[in-house]
């Protein structure tokens, strides 16, 4: 009936999903909060894991209240609490990308009970929106370690943009542990790697012996050889800066070739966008010692966030 939408188990279950979503962002801001501290740390060699936060001009612990994602910065007015020096606005810009990228993707994947994946997937339930009692009460645990991996996806990618912004350098290690890692996920947990390396009618011929595992596995190394070749391409014909290639390497050692392709094209796209708005404020993107009209990492943690919210429509638009 009409009227059902109105009444209070309606509400009731309409403030459950409104709670899970606000859920889902606020833990996105916190690993922004998370990747400042990465993003900080990182360059001068210091642990990111030991040692609290600490103002960088007179040193002094950051207190808990005002470490909060975004709201802890608003509370003191962007300022120090104790030497009342200001605190640079992109502290709480990264945190709300964060919640809002990385929340955006978690709550969809997980609420919608894997209905993003692509056609064909082991993991997806059948139904556009699970809703908050079939995540308590029904959890996916497939579901929720692929979600796991693609947040994780994601945060590095927004580490990267970071260092990338401040023209550091990425480090090797960072980026060879995830050329291993990756296609050894797929081939131990197949189910991880939704995507297919080639389409269905080779594999049932010349490639037909290959087990699940195997097949994941050649997926996850296939993208990560097509992102990183693509990235040193467009890197060689100076569209790009150096971690282009590591970012486009990661997605595809997450989705397959094919999302490499699709968020390089969404990739340039915003990055002709972003070109064209510097320019009509008077270049003021060449500030930040990132040249406007390459394709970075900002762009591709965007057009990643993109991919996976539509991947399943992206997926048969490319015949998967």
């Not at 994601?154 to 943009?161: E, I, K, Q």
Request: charged letters at 10%.
């Amino acid at each position: 009936m009409p009227w059902e939408a109105f009444t209070v188990e309606s509400f009731g279950q309409s403030l459950a999903e409104v709670a899970a979503v606000v859920f889902f962002f606020v833990v996105g801001g916190n690993i922004g909060s998370f990747l400042n501290v990465v993003a900080h740390r990182v360059p001068l060699g210091m642990s990111v894991v030991f040692g609290g936060s600490r103002c960088p001009a007179c040193g002094q612990a950051i207190r808990p209240r005002d470490n909060l994602p975004v709201l802890g910065w608003l509370l003191l007015r962007g300022r120090c609490r104790d030497c009342l020096v200001p605190i640079p606005v992109r502290y709480p810009f990264v945190e709300a990308v964060a919640a809002v990228l990385i929340g955006s993707v978690a709550a969809v994947e997980i609420l919608s009970g894997g209905y993003t994946l692509p056609l064909g997937n082991e993991v997806a339930q059948g139904r556009w929106w699970r809703g908050v009692d079939e995540l308590l009460f029904h959890p996916n645990g497939r579901l929720l370690a692929i979600c796991l991996l693609h947040v994780t996806g994601l945060a590095t990618l927004l580490a990267w943009a970071l260092l990338e912004y401040d023209q550091q350098r990425l480090p090797r290690r960072w980026s060879v542990l995830v050329g291993l890692t990756l296609p050894v996920l797929s081939l131990l947990w197949p189910w991880l790697q939704p995507a297919v390396a080639v389409p269905p009618v080779v594999l049932e011929g010349a490639l037909g012996s290959l087990s699940p595992g195997q097949a994941a596995g050649l997926t996850s190394l296939l993208g990560l050889l097509a992102g990183w070749l693509l990235g040193t391409l467009l890197r060689a014909a100076g569209y790009a800066g150096p971690f282009l290639a590591g970012g486009l390497a990661l997605v595809g050692g997450l989705c397959g070739w094919q999302a490499v392709m699709t968020v390089s094209l969404i990739g340039l796209f915003l990055s002709c966008c972003r070109c064209g708005g510097a320019s009509i404020c008077r270049r003021t993107a060449g500030r930040t010692g990132i040249h406007a009209r390459r394709l970075t990492m900002v762009d591709v943690l965007v057009a990643f966030s993109l991919q996976l919210l539509g991947w399943r429509w992206l997926a048969a638009g490319t015949g998967k």
